[in-house]
C-alpha cells in the first residue's frame, strides 16, 4: 500500500523559508515522478515542482522557479525547498507521485493529505 505523508509546513514571514518533506512507502523512488502541488484559498490546485527521479528531469511552475527547489533527502523522503517566500504562496501543498511522463499535469496516481503553508508578517 503505497503512502504519502506531507510534513513541515507552518507560518512563515515574508521573505522567509520553509522546507517541506513527503516521506514515500510502498513504492521505488527509481520508477516514480513526485509532484508537488498547492492550492491556495478560493482557488483551483496547482503544480509547483516535479521530478522524474530515473532520469533527473525536473519542472518548476513559473512562479515559482528560482525560489523552489525539490529534491530527494533519503530513499524515502521528497522535500520542497521554499525561499523567498510572499504571500501568493500561502496554499496547502500536496506531494503527489506516479508513473506519468507529464510531471506537470495533476493525474498522479498517489496523493498525501497535504500540509498548510502560510505566509504572513
Known amino acids: 500500500q503505497v503512502q504519502l505523508v506531507e510534513s513541515g509546513g507552518g507560518l512563515v514571514q515574508p521573505g522567509g523559508s520553509l522546507r517541506l518533506s513527503c516521506t514515500a512507502s510502498?513504492?521505488?523512488?527509481?520508477?516514480?515522478?513526485f509532484g508537488w502541488f498547492r492550492q491556495a484559498p478560493g482557488k483551483e490546485r496547482e503544480f509547483a515542482a516535479g521530478?522524474?527521479?530515473?532520469?533527473?528531469?525536473t519542472s518548476y511552475a513559473d512562479s515559482v522557479k528560482g525560489r523552489f527547489t525539490i529534491s530527494r533527502d533519503n530513499a524515502q523522503t521528497v522535500s520542497l525547498q521554499m525561499n523567498s517566500l510572499t504571500a501568493e504562496d500561502t496554499a496547502v501543498y500536496y506531494c503527489a507521485a506516479g508513473r506519468q511522463l507529464d510531471l506537470r499535469r495533476g493525474i498522479y496516481a498517489y496523493w498525501g493529505q497535504g500540509t498548510e503553508v502560510t505566509v504572513s508578517s
Open positions: 521530478r522524474r527521479w530515473n532520469t533527473g528531469v
Open positions: 510502498g513504492l521505488s523512488f527509481s520508477t516514480y515522478s
